[in-house]
């Protein structure tokens, strides 16, 4: 797979607004984008640190994954997303590897990259996603 | 704060050797490093991409931080941690700003980094290590 870098760390937040102020006010970064993804029914806010994008993940329905992990798990971190060249042949090569996928195929996530998931139950219990920017 | 890059994402695994060959195998990472890391009760594995490490830690006790962790919410991302200048004068600042802090002062981490961790009650839920590189 060859993963160039950490292209996002994606954290699940109870209230988007108060982590947004956390982030800004301690952590002294900045939020450049805040992004609705509907079929994921999260609303995402975006900071960046270095290479690595921080990602905000807020439910906006109770059927989101964002809301049951938080009523499992509490808040915190939720998938850890590398960059990836090639995501349709890595996702081949993952597979043949015995990792489960949840997308079969790539599919457009947050800023319009490329995406796809891999199953924690195969990854370590890490929620694993891929990303390809295509321009 | 300003954080200059995610210097390190904390991955609890009940069993190294079989996370070491995941992360070579599938992710096609490189393990440069098998360090213990006494005070913490942990064993830990180190492997780079771009600037950010990925460091597995196996608890070498039942009383490590790692094995409680594990035992409460399974395997998977355990800490986040941002590489910053001026560790000392960055703690003040955050408890100034209302972060709880679990070490008041830096100490030695793993790789001879100074470092502090911040609670997670105060930051959204994400066990939150700061870092810096004192050479």
């Known amino acids: 797979m060859n993963p160039t870098h950490i292209?996002?760390?994606?954290?699940?937040?109870?209230?988007?607004?108060?982590?947004?102020?956390?982030?800004?006010?301690?952590l002294g970064?900045?939020?450049?984008?805040?992004?609705?993804?509907?079929?994921?029914?999260?609303?995402?806010?975006?900071?960046?640190?270095g290479?690595?994008?921080?990602?905000?993940?807020?439910?906006?329905?109770?059927?989101?994954?964002?809301?049951k992990f938080i009523e499992k798990k509490g808040e915190g971190i939720h998938h850890m997303a590398f960059a990836v060249n090639g995501l349709e042949g890595v996702l081949e090569e993952v597979e043949s590897k015995g990792v489960r996928l949840i997308d079969k195929a790539?599919?457009?996530g947050?800023?319009?990259?490329?995406?796809?998931?891999?199953?924690?139950?195969?990854?370590?219990?890490?929620l694993t996603e891929l990303c390809e920017h295509k321009d």
Chains 1, 2 share one sequence.
């Open 110 to 126: 947050a800023e319009g990259l490329d995406i796809a998931f891999l199953h924690p139950k195969s990854t370590g219990g890490v």
């Open 7 to 26: 292209e996002h760390i994606g954290i699940a937040v109870k209230n988007l607004a108060e982590a947004i102020k956390y982030y800004e006010e301690v």
């Open 51 to 67: 290479q690595t994008k921080i990602e905000l993940l807020e439910a906006t329905s109770e059927e989101s994954t964002i809301a």
């Open 29 to 49: 970064l900045k939020c450049y984008a805040i992004e609705e993804v509907a079929d994921q029914k999260v609303k995402t806010a975006f900071f960046k640190v």
């Open 106 to 108: 790539p599919r457009k």
